[in-house]
T-cell receptor
């Protein structure tokens, strides 16, 4: 299957710091999704992106659909302890059907 | 009431047992999915159903058998599993196949 390279794999940050993570692929995507998964729970959709260059915010979260269509970025501003969790990107490849491919996740730890 | 509900939340089974995982969605969606989540690996799509018909089966061993009696319910029947099948099994639904998916909380399966 398609491989999405998500980085970094893990992050340890102080409360109040900003966070950036990204997802890249060699394929062109027509949709990017960002999910957050808390321990013992299923992933929860944070942001959906549908157009190259699109920038979408959800509270302190901002995600962008890369202009090359091969990457996406997620930023979290002024992190708080409840931001702890694993963040996944998911992408759907143009012209190849409807399956979403998932990244391996970025594990975020926020130190109070 | 959550949108996608999975039961049980935890399951321990022997390799000769037969068990079933259940998923129910209350979102009025037409598509339902089973994913497998193993440590350090991307989510793996197992099965896709659209309007109760299986539309995708990603080379999943026959010891996993899905059933979709109606658009709100999805089952995963398990038989003669292996220890390497231990994982978090996630159910998801979307309005149509290829739309953004909403996940249940998952069933943590341990095969002993």
């Amino acid at each position: 299957g398609q491989q999405l390279n998500q980085s970094p794999q893990s992050m340890f940050i102080q409360e109040g710091e900003d966070v950036s993570m990204n997802c890249t692929s060699s394929s062109i995507f027509n949709t990017w999704l960002w999910y957050k998964q808390d321990p013992g729970e299923g992933p929860v959709l944070l942001i959906a992106l549908y157009k190259a260059g699109e920038l979408t915010s959800n509270g302190r979260l901002t995600a962008q659909f890369g202009i090359t269509r091969k990457d996406s970025f997620l930023n979290i501003s002024a992190s708080i302890p409840s931001d702890v969790g694993i963040y996944f990107c998911a992408g759907r490849i143009r012209n190849t059907g409807n399956q979403f491919y998932f990244g391996t996740g970025t594990s975020l730890t926020v130190i109070p | 009431e959550t949108g996608v509900t999975q039961t049980p939340r935890h399951l321990v089974m022997g390799m000769t047992n037969k068990k079933s995982l259940k998923c129910e969605q209350h979102l009025g969606h037409n598509a339902m999915y089973w994913y497998k989540q193993s440590a350090k690996k991307p989510l793996e799509l197992m099965f896709v159903y659209s309007l109760e018909e299986r539309v995708e089966n990603n080379s999943v061993p026959s010891r996993f058998s899905p059933e979709c009696p109606n658009s709100s319910h999805l089952f995963l029947h398990l038989h003669t599993l292996q220890p390497e099948d231990s994982a978090l099994y996630l159910c998801a639904s979307s309005q149509e196949t290829g739309d953004q998916a909403f996940f249940g909380q998952g069933t943590r399966l341990t095969v002993v």
